[in-house]
Nanobody
Framework: QVQLAESGGGLVQAGGSLRLSCAASGRTFSNYAMGWFRQAPGKEREFVAAIGWSGDSTAYVDSVKGRFTISRVNAENTVYLQMNNLKPEDTAVYYC??????????????????????WGQGTQVTVSS
């Protein structure tokens, strides 16, 4: 069973930047797509970004396109989420997760939390106005 540990969250002013990291244990990290999700108080967990096993394929929720960038370094078993131009509505606990399999999405599909089976504990991101 893979273990995931997020870090890099914190308090930042609107317009600022943060870089989240997710370190994974285990030897099969590079075989799976990875994703970032977030959950704000009183709201359901929502998809933020995902990246294929090789890093060549990425997907983002519309609200973060052009501001967030997901990347991975398989040699380091780490996936990153670079967040720029942060907004108060980005405030949430951010979770990284490993997809259940190595497949990527077809053009008509959108990532969903049910596609992922392993989750970290989350890191808090707070954006002040």
């Amino acid at each position: 069973q893979v273990q995931l540990a997020e870090s890099g969250g914190g308090l930042v002013q609107a317009g600022g930047s943060l870089r989240l990291s997710c370190a994974a244990s285990g030897r099969t990290f590079s075989n799976y797509a990875m994703g970032w999700f977030r959950q704000a108080p009183g709201k359901e967990r929502e998809f933020v970004a995902a990246i294929g096993w090789s890093g060549d394929s990425t997907a983002y929720v519309d609200s973060v396109k052009g501001r967030f960038t997901i990347s991975r370094v398989n040699a380091e078993n780490t996936v990153y989420l670079q967040m720029n131009n942060l907004k108060p509505e980005d405030t949430a606990v951010y979770y990284c997760a490993r997809k259940k399999d190595s497949s990527w999405y077809r053009w008509y599909q959108s990532p969903h939390s049910t596609d992922f089976s392993s989750w970290g504990q989350g890191t808090q991101v707070t954006v002040s106005s």
